[in-house]
């Protein structure tokens, strides 16, 4: 079978259109943070940073490793959450045929959907390093490709949202996951207020860095 | 010069990482969109609606039509932004030619940046109509497919997102456009916050169409 990434782009889009149950919205997650951890990568390689300052190096640094480790993680798991849907898709039929035994089919439809689970809590885990790596990029990067890294973060801020969708179709989850979930979720929300709230309400504000002079009323 | 939706998925997401101007964010956004149109087209395709109420196959009809067309609109826009803001460095690069007249110098970058502002902008109206279409696909499409719907809006906001931040970046907007642009962000942060609001909070609770009876307290 052809990879999905080595498809060409647009027919990758064709596939996503298709009435054929893979690839879907797990996938397409995927592939939105690994768009978005390609955009902070970019802008975290650049040579020149917010102030010039050399702290602003190691933290960009450090974001690029972030963002490099996460997009491969990402793009692995493109192809991962197809199989894995593809393998609930063939446990389903399993289950009808009339030879196959009620224990094993329930066990086989059990497995399936507990991996069909797995892979997009790990996209949304790697998502949520994306937008870590975004808050970087947004704070300590270029000020000329800020629309860049903050389009890198809210492609991340889609694929933790898109994952979190599919865990949640696939799975009654445990409690102690759907918790984990939860605290990642608002982690991702709240990053993403920021990075909204600055767009739509206020403008360019460059965010006060720790040195900088507080902002005193009256 | 190859599409950028003729090359392989992957390597499309190397170019977006790569220190090379174009592709970047506003043809990030553009895919973003395009690949929410997708998934939305694919529920709103479906045979299977909600409540199976005639009513609810027009809307998906009309819904899938709009996804169609917005998503055909965002993989153009994908190509058109990259040639846009190529057309930018190509402006300023000319400027610094030392025959260059000022006058002349002047006029080609402010010519080509609002070319580069009026890409985005019409990604970011495509994007607010896969958010609309995804609404319709969340309320009124196949409940097995609700993630993909849903993941298929969030893609939608995130691309109108990424496309307002580059409008942003690219333009000192008159004012009205900026009205406009200011009030399709806020219609999609309006559908965005409907979405994760069911998801973070509470069950998924199907929309109340027209004709359900309203709650009423006391």
Redesign the interface.
Request: charge should be positive.
């Given at each position: 079978m052809t990879?999905?990434?080595?498809?060409?782009?647009?027919e990758?889009?064709?596939r996503?259109?298709?009435?054929d149950p893979t690839p879907?919205?797990?996938s397409?997650?995927a592939?939105?943070g690994?768009?978005?951890?390609?955009?902070v990568?970019?802008v975290c390689?650049?040579p020149k940073t917010r102030t010039g300052a050399p702290e602003e190096r190691a933290r960009l640094d450090a974001a690029l490793a972030w963002a490099r480790e996460a997009?491969d993680r990402l793009?692995a798991l493109v192809q991962e959450d197809a199989r894995a849907y593809d393998a609930v898709v063939a446990a389903y039929r399993l289950a009808k045929r009339p030879d196959a035994e009620k224990a094993a089919r329930k066990a086989a439809i059990a497995a399936a959907l507990a991996r069909a689970t797995d892979v997009p809590l790990a996209t949304a885990e790697a998502c949520l390093v994306v937008l870590k790596a975004a808050q970087e990029a947004v704070a300590h990067g270029n000020p000329?490709?800020?629309?860049?890294a903050?389009?890198?973060g809210?492609?991340g801020?889609?694929g933790l949202?898109?994952a979190?969708?599919?865990v949640?179709?696939n799975a009654a989850l445990p409690w102690n996951a759907w918790m984990r979930l939860?605290r990642k979720?608002?982690a991702g929300?709240r990053l993403s207020v920021s990075?909204?709230f600055r767009?739509?309400r206020g403008g360019?504000r460059p965010r006060r860095t720790p040195g900088s002079k507080p902002q005193t009323s009256g």
């Open positions: 990879s999905l990434l080595e498809l060409p782009a647009g990758l889009l064709d996503f259109a298709s009435p879907g919205g797990g397409a997650a592939f939105s690994g768009l978005g951890a390609a955009l990568a970019m390689a650049m997009g793009r000329n490709a800020v629309s860049d903050r389009t890198g809210v492609l801020f889609a949202v898109g979190a969708e599919n949640r179709i939860s979720a608002a929300r990075f909204r767009q739509f360019y």
